[in-house]
C-alpha cells in the first residue's frame, strides 16, 4: 500500500513551502478544504492523482490520517517533508492496520505547492491482533544495474511456527492505481525473506511489494527504491 503523494525523480529549483501552506495541505488531506485550493499540477505532482489516491485510501481506511511534519534536510541544502499516514479497517473479525511515510521534496509557486520529488516511501499493513514487528532491510537508493539485496525481517525468534512470504516488483501503474498484485508465496527460513535483485538500467525507480504470512497474522509491505546512475546520488 503506497503513501498519498506520486513519485518523481527530480524537482527543479522552486520557492519552499510556507508552514501555512503545509498546514492547509495537511488539514485538506483529513478533509477540512479542498486539496485544489493548496496544491496545482506542475513538476511530479498531478493533483487529479492525488485526489483519486486519496479517496482511494479512505475508502480503504474510513479512519486514515495524513500528518505533515518538517523533515531533516538534505545534503545539498534542500528542505523536506515528512508525510505519515496512518488508518485502520475491519473485516469481519480481522482488523487491518497501516503505517506509511514519505520523505518529500516540495516546491512552491507562492500561492500553491505545484512540484514534488519523493525521496524515500514505504509502508507496512498488518493483519490480526498481535502486532507482528518487522524490519524492511531494503536501501533508499541503489545505482542502474546494481544487484542489492531485498530482506524482510521477523524482529522476533519464529519459535517453530511456520512462515511464508513473497515478493514482487510493481508497475508505474500498479502504484499509482494503489493496485494489490498477486504474489506467489514460498516457505521462509531463517526468519524472513532474503532476495537478491537487480536494479533496472536506467535511473528512475523501482518499488517492492512484500507479502509475509504468519501464524499470528499477514504482514504487506511496499518500499520504493531510487535507481540512480550517480553514486552521489546515493545520500542525498
Known sequence: MAALL?????????????SAQLQALEAALNGTGELSAVLESGPGLDLTLVELRRRSLKQQFPDARWQLTTGKPLRDGRSTVQLQLSGSRQEGPTRYRLEAQQQLVLGSSGGRINAQAVIREQSLLRSGEAELPVSLLIPDAVLTGQRYDVDVLFDEPLEGAVAAGGLVALTGQQVNALE????????????????????????????????????????????????????AQLSP
Open 6 to 18: 506520486a513519485s518523481a525523480p527530480s524537482l527543479a529549483a522552486a520557492a519552499v513551502p510556507t
Open 180 to 231: 494489490s498484485p498477486e504474489l506467489q508465496l514460498g516457505a521462509l527460513g531463517g526468519g524472513g525473506l532474503f532476495k537478491s535483485v537487480q536494479a533496472p538500467f536506467t535511473p528512475g525507480a523501482q518499488t517492492w511489494a512484500i507479502l509475509l504470512v504468519h501464524p499470528k497474522g499477514i504482514v504487506s509491505a511496499t518500499k520504493r527504491v531510487l535507481v540512480v546512475a550517480d553514486k
